[in-house]
């Protein structure tokens, strides 16, 4: 009876402590800075004030804002400096929503202090600096989400219900939307990456065969076309088309063995925006709620889409061959 006993006590002090462990979990709350105000970090900063009850979101508690302009408060949320950000021990965490070409160097410091990290797509401007980022991420051992909210839409959940089975023949996905300013958003193979990351997601892996560019820099046009071959050696192009007043508009024709899909799918939106429901995977991240083969296959698909990225951006500087 003792030994049964001494088991039975065992029990109830290992349950006492699990019960601990799910209260401090239900309480715990991540300190966060919103790093830069525009577009996005506007969206960040309206749904950290204004989280879904009950949602991984409520567990991030927001400290205050950087931005390079002098706003002093938005909606009682105070601003506050890069480097008090950078030391303030009540932050945890930091969501870097600046321009793109400033997407290394927010996302290196914060790390480098001990922050997790969100970040909006494209995580870094080259391949290389991303694999460095990511490989400093480990070596802290904090987590480093990449936003992706173009998986997230319900159009495209519904498009790759349409397509999951189907035998691909050839597809085009060709974008077209307003000039970019390339110095502060990048290449267009980088700051156009969701498209490539919808043809990542739906086909698999792709090698890029050719790619090229056509700018008329007085009009501020710019079409890149790159070409690849999915796995089984099908032919799939990406069409990254802007100028002044060209609308927001994405285009497919994917052929299949059974038919062709030739117009994106009509889905109702979602209840919950794009950035609550991208905001609530990395706070499930940083309570360890997101399995590692999960991590993993993410963590394979960002870096393999920059790596593509950097491939048609190398395709597309070379000098034309001159025939004679």
């Not at 879904?52 to 009682?76: C, Q, W, Y």
Request: aromatic residues 8%; neutral net charge.
């Amino acid at each position: 009876m003792q030994g049964k006993g001494k088991i039975l006590t065992e029990c109830f002090f290992f349950l006492d402590l699990l019960s601990i462990f799910v209260l401090f979990q239900a309480n715990k709350m991540f300190g966060t800075v919103v790093v830069g105000i525009g577009i996005a970090g506007s969206v960040r900063l309206r749904d950290m004030v204004n989280p879904m009850p009950s949602s991984p979101s409520a567990h991030l508690k927001l400290v205050g804002f950087v931005s390079r302009r002098t706003l002093d408060s938005i909606n009682e949320v105070k601003q506050i400096g890069l480097q008090d950000a950078l030391g303030n021990k009540e932050i945890q965490a930091a969501i870097i929503s600046t321009d793109n070409k400033s997407h290394e160097e927010n996302v290196r410091m914060f790390l480098e202090a001990g922050k997790h990290v969100l970040v909006e797509y494209p995580m870094a401007l080259s391949a290389s600096t991303a694999r460095e980022l990511w490989e400093l991420a480990e070596q802290k051992g904090k987590i480093l989400h990449v936003e992706h909210i173009e998986l997230l839409t319900e159009e495209y959940k519904q498009l790759k219900k349409e397509v999951t089975g189907k035998e691909l023949v050839k597809g085009t996905l060709h974008f077209t939307g307003g000039a970019l300013d390339e110095e502060r958003s990048g290449f267009p193979a980088f700051s156009g990456i969701a498209r490539l990351t919808w043809l990542i997601d739906l086909f698999g892996d792709l090698t890029v065969t050719s790619a090229t560019r056509e700018e008329q820099k007085e009009e501020n046009y710019s079409r890149m076309t790159a070409h690849f071959q999915t796995a089984n050696k099908k032919p799939l192009t990406w069409i990254e088309e802007r100028g002044p007043g060209m609308r927001r508009d994405k285009k497919i024709s994917f052929c299949f063995k059974s038919g062709c899909l030739e117009n994106l799918p009509e889905a109702p939106r979602s209840a919950v925006g794009l950035f609550m429901q991208d905001q609530n995977l990395f706070a499930k991240k940083l309570f360890g709620q997101v399995s590692r083969e999960e991590l993993a296959a993410e963590k394979w698909r960002i870096l393999r889409c920059l790596d593509l990225a950097e491939e048609i951006r190398q395709h597309c500087e070379r000098p034309a061959e001159i025939h004679s």
